[in-house]
């Protein structure tokens, strides 16, 4: 994976594939800020209100750098690759593609519990000017599926047995590290941890997990959650921050 520069936007990203990059970290004298939706809309919906979040505090919309999803429940992979055309497409209207790469880091999950009637937009981040030194980043959401986006790249397809997914779970631990390190970043950056499954998170963790990040400071936080597509079992996402902010439509100060 290479880090590519992406001048004048505040942020640079972590090559990825045509959907989403594997994460952005804020350039010198730049910060991540990260933001949930206090109640999520409609992700195109979702999409153009972050657009004026950003723009009402005198940014530019190519300062977005990532988008977190809600989905009623997880796709078929062709119907994965459909909804990816239709969210590149508002990627591509507004120029944010550098060079034909995909700069925005980007999690899609489908929550077990009171799932969405369609995909939603239940985040974003996005780069600002920034007065402290500290490195601030978000890694990309990952499942256990390396390579492109085809069924036979998910790693043991269809298996759920515990061995199958302390498996998955180490092959996705091992990705974010992987991400987090082509980022610049190390595990005593981070300051948010997610884990999305909906299998028994707390052994997977204790597996694969949090051995690996023993010199973080930010608690794993699980979502039952399924990844976007079936038969993908385990999925986590990472970021480190200085500032996380909420707000609602109306766009709180």
Not at 158 to 170: T, Y
Request: hydrophobic residues 40%; glycine residues 8%; contains cysteine.
């Amino acid at each position: 994976m290479k880090l590519i520069e992406n001048p004048g936007r505040g942020f640079s990203f972590l090559e990825g594939i045509y959907p989403y990059s594997s994460g952005v970290v804020a350039e010198p004298d730049f910060e991540i800020v990260h933001v949930n939706l206090a109640e999520w809309l409609p992700w195109q919906q979702g999409m153009q209100e972050a657009r004026n979040y950003v723009e009402s505090r005198g940014l530019v919309v190519t300062q977005l750098c990532g988008f977190e999803l809600r989905c009623p429940k997880p796709h078929s992979m062709g119907g994965f690759i459909g909804f990816n055309e239709d969210y590149r497409g508002v990627l591509e209207a507004w120029d944010l593609i550098v060079d034909g790469q995909n700069p925005i880091a980007r999690t899609n999950v489908a929550p077990v519990e009171n799932p969405p009637a369609e995909t939603m937009l239940h985040a974003f981040s996005y780069a600002r000017p920034a007065s402290h030194n500290h490195r601030t980043l978000v890694v990309a959401g990952g499942g256990e599926l390396l390579g492109p986006l085809a069924v036979e790249n998910i790693i043991r397809c269809g298996d759920v047995s515990f061995d199958a997914l302390q498996e998955k779970a180490s092959v996705v631990m091992n990705l974010m590290l992987q991400r987090l390190s082509g980022l610049g970043g190390l595990p005593a950056d981070l300051t948010t941890i997610d884990v999305y499954t909906a299998h028994d998170a707390p052994a997977l963790i204790a597996h694969a997990v949090t051995p690996e990040l023993a010199d973080s400071p930010a608690e794993v936080v699980w979502y039952n959650t399924r990844p976007p597509i079936v038969d993908i079992e385990f999925e986590m996402d990472m970021r480190a921050t200085a500032e996380e902010q909420l707000t609602s439509r109306q766009w709180d100060s």
